[in-house]
């Protein structure tokens, strides 16, 4: 591994990363003063740095751990942080951490560009083989921003960090291999948009919104959980959606209806197996408003045509309850072919052995895609 070079600027294409000196405290005090922020990036309350000299402090660190501290600049002024520490020559490995403090820039890919810029600093310039970083499991927009720049979930420790707000929360492990890329079916939070309905990534400030439309009993009718008694308990199944997303099995989305923006229901890719190219949709719901409407049979031309058509699936599947007629109909219209019936696969929520598939189950192929 070479020598770590002296004050490098990186440059991108919007971003630009320069090394933080004892100026740029205010900065620091002014981002970790930010309530969302704060939460985000340490599980803390406002008031992460209490004043310049504990920022200064801060950065000071980074030099001990054989590390360094970026500020992220954008249109001529600074935006966040970006850092890396624990740089092992022998392991060749280095740890990394990034904020975009300024909240109007978030999801604006700009944390992402320069998390890429380190990440190449460290791989082509200092030697690093493997980059890595952790991230608090309810940072749902940060997980899927940094698998997009390359980086693999490896773990989930759960209630490794206790949180201002007196609970427990997990930290995901993720890391950067050099030369390692991702395959190339390898469903991820996107937005699919149709005429009707645009399906967007869920995210946890969805939930009040979509619990309005799950608190139908009519929705969980043939659901295997019971209806929620509360929102908190809606939560938890909405989460643990968002902790199937994390480790690349699930991609949970909320649907959409574009004549006025209202959230009409939720639907999911599941059991995504990127090997083999096949993936289910499914834990599909539509409130009253969108049910027996177009909602449901545009949300899953899109499904399909994003799996089928942009990554290049071998087979997507459905099942439902065989006592699920309505969906099973609705099954059959899209064009799936019936592959049998699975018996007392499932217990629901009130003890009912229940089989799933039924007569309008079934699995579309690439061809079968085509002729929707």
């Given at each position: ?106 999801s604006k890919g700009l944390g992402r560009e320069a998390l890429g810029l380190l990440v190449r600093h460290l791989v082509e310039d200092l030697g690093c083989h493997r980059v890595s970083l952790h991230v608090l ?21 759960r209630d490794a960090v206790m949180t201002d707000r007196g609970f427990f929360a997990d930290d995901v492990a993720m890391a950067y291999l050099a030369g390692r890329t991702r395959p190339s079916f390898d469903p ?185």
């Amino acid at each position: 591994m070479s020598a770590v070079m002296e004050s490098p600027i990186l440059r991108g294409e919007r971003v630009t990363l320069r090394p933080m000196t004892h100026a740029d405290a205010p900065h620091l005090v002014r981002w970790g003063n930010d309530a969302d922020f704060a939460w985000n990036q340490w599980g803390r309350n406002p008031g992460r740095f209490g004043d310049d000299a504990k920022a200064r402090q801060w950065m000071d660190f980074f030099a001990g751990r054989a590390g360094k501290v970026f500020v992220i600049e954008h249109a001529g002024r600074p935006i966040g942080q970006v850092n890396y520490r624990d740089l092992q020559p022998k392991g060749r490995s280095a740890e990394v951490g990034i904020g975009i403090g300024e909240r109007s820039l978030w999801s604006k890919g700009l944390g992402r560009e320069a998390l890429g810029l380190l990440v190449r600093h460290l791989v082509e310039d200092l030697g690093c083989h493997r980059v890595s970083l952790h991230v608090l499991s309810y940072n749902d927009r940060a997980i899927s921003s940094y698998k997009a720049a390359g980086f693999w979930v490896e773990g989930i420790e759960r209630d490794a960090v206790m949180t201002d707000r007196g609970f427990f929360a997990d930290d995901v492990a993720m890391a950067y291999l050099a030369g390692r890329t991702r395959p190339s079916f390898d469903p991820k939070p996107v937005t699919l948009e149709g005429k009707y309905v645009r399906l967007e990534p869920y995210h946890r400030e969805h939930l009040a919104e979509l619990w309005e439309v799950a608190r139908d009993p009519e929705v969980w009718k043939y659901l295997l959980a019971p209806l929620p008694k509360d929102i908190d308990e809606f939560a938890r199944h909405m989460n643990e959606g968002l902790e199937g997303q994390i480790t690349g099995e699930q991609v949970v989305f909320l649907t959409r209806r574009r004549s006025d923006e209202r959230a009409v229901g939720s639907t999911r890719f599941l059991h995504v197996d990127r090997p083999n190219k096949t993936a289910e949709i499914g834990w599909t719901f539509l409130g009253a408003e969108g049910r027996r409407t177009v909602a449901n049979s545009e949300a899953k031309f899109l499904q399909l045509r994003h799996l089928f058509e942009d990554l290049g699936s071998n087979r997507v599947w459905l099942q439902t309850d065989k006592i699920n007629q309505r969906s099973q109909n609705a099954i059959e219209r899209l064009g799936a072919r019936k592959e049998g019936e699975l018996r007392d696969d499932r217990i629901a929520w009130n003890g009912r052995l229940t089989g799933s598939g039924g007569t309008g189950s079934g699995a579309l192929t690439p061809i079968d895609g085509v002729a929707l």
